[in-house]
């Protein structure tokens, strides 16, 4: 199986594609980022997010996709540019086809590290060590996509 973890943004939108096979470890298959200029129209950036996705997507043919659910904190701005973009990264998934399964920070940090107060470098050194790569994987938020996609491997193992 395919997953494709999605860590939301609107500046970055980190993303992270990895397989999994029954009672295998999974394996790293794309990863990266979705930039989007901050001087453009936000409608702009969002198509932007729309059409890169909607690439990724097709490129890598994931069945899954899990997303990082939002943490509002005192900037409203932000988190609602934020939702915007992550409400993008939902349609895009349906209109695929893709199961989408949403896990907060905490969630995710727990099934990566077995903590879920741990804190980015834990997060980031666990997800090397899970896909036995030799360095973390850059930038953050790639890794915080691969990390999602980590945990929706992991909670499939238990179900």
């Known amino acids: 199986m395919r997953i494709l973890g999605i860590d939301p943004g609107t500046g970055i939108l980190g993303f992270g594609v990895i397989d999994i096979e029954p009672g295998g470890q999974p394996k790293l298959v794309d990863a990266g980022v979705i930039r989007t200029p901050v001087h453009e129209d936000d409608a702009v950036r969002l198509l932007t997010i729309y059409d890169e996705l909607t690439d990724i997507i097709t490129q890598n043919k994931p069945t ?56 980015k470098k834990q997060m980031q050194e666990m997800v090397r060590i899970i896909l036995k790569l030799k360095e973390i994987p850059q930038p953050d938020d790639a890794a915080d996509a691969l990390a999602a996609a980590i945990c929706q491997s992991m909670q499939m193992r238990i179900a």
């Open 64 to 119: 899954v996709m899990s997303v990082e659910k939002l943490f509002f904190n005192r900037n409203v701005t932000t988190a609602m540019t934020v939702s915007q973009a992550r409400g993008v990264v939902l349609l895009t998934g349906m209109k695929a086809g893709m199961k989408i399964c949403e896990y907060t920070p905490m969630q995710i940090k727990q099934a990566i590290t077995g903590y879920g107060s741990a804190d």
